[in-house]
C-alpha cells in the first residue's frame, strides 16, 4: 500500500444537503493527483475534510497510515499535510517575504512570538529569513521580495502562496483552483514549480482544477467527483473519452 492518503467511505452533509456521499479515493504517494468535477460535485469540502477543516459525518481519513479522522487542521499542518490559503487580507501589507517568515514553524514557538531572549530570536530570525530568501529564489519571486504582497499580480500571488507551503517541511499540499485569474506565463511558472516540488522534494499534490490543460500538463491519475462521490478515475484521455464524464459535465446534450 502506497496511498499516503486514504479517504474511506466519508459522508458529509451541511443540513439536509448530502454534499459527500460515502465517498472513497486514494492518493499514492509522489503523486500528482487530479480532482476534477463539476461545481457544487463537492470538491472544495473534500479538501476541507482531508484538511481536517471539517469533521466528516461517518467514514475515515487516513495519512501516512494513520487515522486522522477528525484531527484539527493545525496538528496536521504540523505534520506536513496543508492546503494552501489565499494570503489574508491583513498580510497584504507586508512585503513578499515576511510574509514567508510568517508561517509559523512546524516546530516550537512562532518566531513572533517570542518575547524572550532576544540573541536567540536574532539567530532564529536570520535562519528563517535565509530560508525564506531560499524559497523566493525557488519560485521565481526574487524580483519582487520586498513588494507589498497586496501590489503582486494575481498570479504572483499564487507562486507566493506555494511558496509557503515550502516554509515547512511539507509532504502533501492540496491546491484548490490556484489557476483561477493566473495568467498565461505565470500558469507555466506554477506548473513548473509543482513539478519540481513533485520531483526534488518530494511532495504528492491533490489538484482541484478547472483549467483542464492544467490537468492534463500536471495530473496522473485523475479523479472526477460527482455528487459526492468517485464517478470515475483514470488518465486524463481515458476521461475525457468518458461519456458518462461527458454528460455530469455538459448534460444530455452534449452527443
Ligand atoms: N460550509 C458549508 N455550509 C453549507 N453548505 C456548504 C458549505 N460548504 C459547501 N456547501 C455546499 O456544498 C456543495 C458542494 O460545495 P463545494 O464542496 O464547494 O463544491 P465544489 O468545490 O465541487 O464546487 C454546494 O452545494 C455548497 O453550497
Ligand atoms: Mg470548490
Not at 458529509?12 to 463539476?38: H, Y
Not at 505534520?79 to 514567508?100: D, V, W
Not at 459526492?228 to 478515475?233: A, C, K, P, Q
Request: net charge negative.
Amino acid at each position: 500500500m502506497s496511498a499516503i492518503i486514504e479517504v474511506r467511505q466519508v459522508s458529509k452533509a451541511f443540513g439536509s444537503l448530502n454534499v459527500i456521499n460515502d465517498c472513497s479515493i486514494q492518493v499514492e504517494q509522489g503523486s500528482i493527483t487530479g480532482l476534477i468535477g463539476p461545481n457544487g460535485a463537492g470538491k472544495s469540502t473534500l479538501f476541507n475534510l482531508i484538511a481536517g477543516t471539517f469533521a466528516p459525518d461517518s467514514g475515515s481519513i487516513w495519512y501516512q497510515g494513520q487515522d486522522i479522522t477528525s484531527i484539527p487542521a493545525n496538528q496536521l499542518f504540523h505534520r506536513g499535510l496543508l492546503r494552501t490559503f489565499q494570503i489574508a487580507q491583513e498580510f497584504s501589507h507586508m512585503s513578499a517575504l515576511e510574509n514567508l517568515m510568517m508561517v509559523p514553524p512546524q516546530k516550537g514557538e512562532s518566531l513572533f512570538n517570542t518575547w524572550f531572549r532576544p540573541s536567540d530570536v536574532r539567530a532564529q530570525e536570520a535562519e528563517v529569513r535565509e530560508k525564506a530568501l531560499e524559497v523566493i529564489e525557488f519560485v521565481g519571486l526574487a524580483h519582487v521580495k520586498n513588494e507589498l504582497a497586496g501590489n503582486l499580480s494575481g498570479g504572483q500571488k499564487k507562486l507566493l502562496e506555494l511558496g509557503r507551503t515550502m516554509m515547512v517541511d511539507a509532504k502533501v499540499v492540496l491546491l484548490d483552483e490556484i489557476a483561477a485569474g493566473v495568467n498565461r506565463t505565470l500558469l507555466q511558472d506554477l506548473i513548473r514549480n509543482i513539478q519540481r516540488l513533485n520531483t526534488e522534494r518530494g511532495y504528492t499534490f491533490l489538484v482541484i482544477e478547472h483549467d483542464m490543460d492544467m490537468i492534463a500538463q500536471l495530473c496522473d491519475p485523475v479523479i472526477v467527483l460527482a455528487q459526492g462521490s468517485v464517478m470515475m478515475e483514470g488518465t486524463i484521455q481515458e476521461i475525457q473519452e468518458d461519456k458518462s464524464v461527458i454528460e455530469a459535465y455538459f448534460g444530455n446534450d452534449a452527443h
